[in-house]
């Protein structure tokens, strides 16, 4: 004989038992040894399933177990997926970096970054935004106000005059924004992605942040030079 799960809620909902549901999980939930002990209710209790109609406390026990094997396994393969991504992202920095201290002027060394970013990893806006040149100050004084709010790094999406603004009409769904320097006096790096989940909150950050690293380091130099010249 088999007992009818939905029989014996709605006595417990009804009071007929004069159990309520919570008594009965609390006592199951404090005897783990009860099914051992009572074996023939195990095989005949019975719960309603979407697909098979109904399955046995044992196999609903094994399909979650196979559903909790499948999810992991889906996590193990996105998780091996974003490790192989950050490795190729780490390869290419690092064969960055070096180019880098080979660069004259601050548009060769937003060019070099350009070009490596759009063509390696499929990024197409770069900007570097310095603080000492007039017509870009406003833009920065109100990116780290109203975005960056005190942070170093801000990822996400912009508003429509921002990225006009700060990307020369290239399409940007989402960006990077990267402070220059301890508190961004030297400027502002800035990564555009046209996928507008691309850059979200939560991302690791590290490599953009070394590149900002080198850059704080080289850029004092490359616009000193630059004023010389200019001079």
Do not use: W
């Not at 350009?114 to 040149?133: E, F, G, K, M, N």
């Not at 005190?150 to 921002?162: H, P």
């Amino acid at each position: 004989m088999t007992m009818n799960t939905d029989y014996v809620a709605d006595e417990i909902r009804c009071g007929h038992t004069g159990l309520s549901e919570q008594q009965v999980a609390d006592y199951l939930q404090a005897q783990p040894h009860f099914f051992e002990r009572n074996r023939r209710l195990l095989e005949q209790l019975r719960l309603p399933h979407h697909q098979q109609g109904s399955l046995s406390l044992v196999e609903a026990k094994m399909a979650q177990q196979r559903q909790r094997i499948y999810d992991l396994e889906d996590e193990i393969t996105e998780l091996m997926s974003v490790a192989g991504e950050n490795e190729r992202i780490f390869r290419v920095y690092m064969d960055l970096l070096p180019t880098l201290f080979e660069c004259k002027t601050v548009q060769s060394l937003e060019q070099q970054i350009r070009h490596t970013l759009q063509t390696q990893l499929r990024v197409p806006a770069v900007r570097i935004v310095l603080a000492q040149a007039n017509d870009e100050r406003e833009l920065l004084e109100r990116l780290y106000r109203e975005r960056m709010a005190g942070q170093s790094v801000y990822l996400g999406r912009l508003s429509k005059v921002e990225k006009a603004a700060l990307f020369k009409g290239a399409l940007v769904g989402s960006c990077a924004l990267v402070q220059l320097g301890t508190r961004g006096e030297l400027g502002l790096l800035a990564f555009g992605s046209t996928d507008s989940g691309h850059y979200r909150s939560g991302m690791d950050t590290l490599l953009i942040r070394q590149l900002a690293n080198v850059l704080a380091l080289l850029l004092p130099k490359l616009t000193l030079v630059s004023r010389v010249s200019n001079g």
